[in-house]
């Protein structure tokens, strides 16, 4: 997936409203840079202003369209707030990138594991994922081609972790990732089906293992190339899906091999 085909892919004339939350740094900060480059008007969301301003900062001086939004996603409060602003400044929403998330606890087997880690995840990963949609879905209502891109992973994929012929399949650890992760696929496969009538499309993307904060720099891939299944999803034509987990195929023998993955 080249980076040309996602500009082809860009819906329209006008210039898309695109939130990302979590975009101060990681993957969300290099999709808030790559809707930016494709034109769009981008609102990096992030819960810490000192952090959000210098992001929102180094991408205005490379001739985006940027706005820093307030946004602690586990917060009722900021999220309403955000969804307030966003509405009086814009009118509507064309993207809504649910990117900010955490690992924990990826030492201990589920027998040892702190149940305490499976419920901040599920609040900051998959809680996180309704407060900030419901919010924000009257205003994606009022795009013409609204997107909506719940990141996920391949370890939330039960297909992917039960395939004893996968990547995946020796994997050990705490379920409270993988497990918030496969609540955001279900969500994302709930919310396509109730809004299969309208303009909205519902997705999840794989960005694959990425070198970021969240793993310590560890993944093999660049937070830019994770960030282009975001893109590729945020872009989506008019008659591209709706309720799939899209993105990085670890099973492939070529690196850059993306498509749908299982469940
Ligand atoms: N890296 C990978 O290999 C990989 C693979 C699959 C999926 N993902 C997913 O990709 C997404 C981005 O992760 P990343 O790897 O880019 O990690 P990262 O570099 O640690 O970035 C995480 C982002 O989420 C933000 N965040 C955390 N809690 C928040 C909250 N309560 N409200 C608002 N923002 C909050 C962080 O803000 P602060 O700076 O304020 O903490 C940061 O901007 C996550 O959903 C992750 O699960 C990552």
Not at 19 to 31: F, Q, R, Y
Not at 64 to 84: C, N
Request: glycine share 10%.
């Amino acid at each position: 997936m080249s980076e040309s085909q996602n500009k082809q892919s860009t819906n329209g004339d006008d210039t898309r409203i695109a939130l990302v939350t979590g975009a101060n740094k990681g993957i969300g900060l290099e999709t808030a840079r790559l809707l930016g480059e494709t034109g769009a008007t981008v609102l990096l969301g992030a819960r810490d202003p000192e952090r959000g301003s210098a992001a929102e900062r180094d991408l205005r001086d490379e001739g985006s369209d940027v706005h820093l939004v307030a946004l602690d996603v586990t917060d009722q409060q900021s999220v309403k707030a955000a969804a307030a602003r966003v509405e009086s400044e814009f009118g509507r929403l064309d993207v809504l990138v649910n990117n900010a998330g955490a690992a924990l606890g990826f030492g201990a087997a589920p027998s040892t594991s702190d149940p305490d880690q499976l419920r901040t995840l599920l609040d900051l990963n998959t809680v996180s994922v309704v407060t900030v949609t419901n919010a924000f879905l009257p205003l994606l209502r009022r795009s013409a081609a609204g997107r909506v891109v719940n990141v996920s992973s391949e370890v939330g994929s039960i297909g992917s972790m039960t395939d004893p012929e996968g990547p995946f399949f020796g994997m050990s650890g705490s379920p409270a990732y993988p497990v918030s992760k496969t609540a955001v696929n279900m969500l994302t496969a709930l919310y396509a089906k109730e809004l299969a009538d309208t303009s909205v499309k519902v997705n999840a993307a794989n960005p694959g293992f990425c070198a970021t904060d969240l793993n310590g720099h560890s993944g093999p891939r660049s937070a830019r190339q994770g960030a282009l299944v975001s893109l590729h999803l945020a872009n989506l034509p008019e008659d591209g899906p709706s309720g799939v987990l899209w993105g990085h195929l670890a099973s492939a023998q070529d690196p850059e091999s993306y498509g749908v993955l299982p469940w």
